[in-house]
């Protein structure tokens, strides 16, 4: 009884101190079983233009290939912070790469997209029979939309979207419901959401199926970001489902793909769910 107690409360505590610590001790305490790591892989020139990729030591049979943008208002943020998302999904067997790519000031606005899809286009060529799925969050999340409303990025690098784009996730993604109003924002995105910067303005295409996952008590980027978009490409013709999550904020929604919280939401089961069930390559063009 007392051993059982006593590791009650060192489970409890460990858990209160995994909740409020720095990504440093999430990724510390997430380990490396469940995957095959090639890191800092090269797909340009430039420092920043480089990936990783997580092999599951247990792949998915006939499973998508992920590739995660991660966020960071377009000025920061690092492929490095997420291991513990890497290994939430090579455990349920999929293999995913991190890109990293250039941020303000080295980039503004369409440079990052462009870095974006010369990095798919590594991973297209590194496994050339497998369909991808695209994800990201909040400025990353922007950044995969934009890939697959404005197919010319992937074009251009050589990737063609209906034949190899099976879906895409975006969480937290802001879509242009507002202009921009941040002076450093508007540094990035002169026509400040409001022009063909924005993913509101792109929906003329057909896109792959979306998936859109937002907090509820996301006050960074609102969830009617993600509900307005969803709105304009299901009037398309499209597939888009919107999932808002009670009590989650905009970084819950990306910490609760960690092994140590999904259990508190059912967004990564839902997420699977999506990947598992998105269309063959090609069927949303036709």
Known sequence: MFRSTRFAILLAATTSLIACAPVTVLNGITPSSTFDKTKNVSYGDGPRQSLDIYRAETPKAE????????????DSGSKDTYKFLAEGFTRSGYDIVLPNYRIYPQAKFPNFLTDNAEAVAYVAKEFPSRPIVLMGHSAGAYNVLMLGLQGEFLKTAGVDLCSRISGIVGLAAPTGIVPLKSERL?????????????????????????????????????????EA?????????????????????????????SRHFEEDTTLKADIVTFIDGTPKTGDFCR
């Open 186 to 226: 508007i540094e990035i995105f002169p026509d400040r959401f409001t022009g063909e910067d924005a993913a509101l303005n792109n929906v003329s295409a057909p896109v792959p199926a979306l998936f859109l996952g937002h907090g509820e008590s996301d006050t960074t980027v609102y969830p009617k970001n993600s």
């Open 229 to 257: 978009l969803a709105e304009k490409v299901e009037a398309r013709g499209g597939s888009a489902v919107v999932e808002v999550y009670p009590g989650q904020s905009h970084t819950d929604v990306v910490k609760v793909l």
């Open 63 to 74: 499973a998508p290939v992920l590739v995660f943008i991660h966020g960071g208002s377009w």
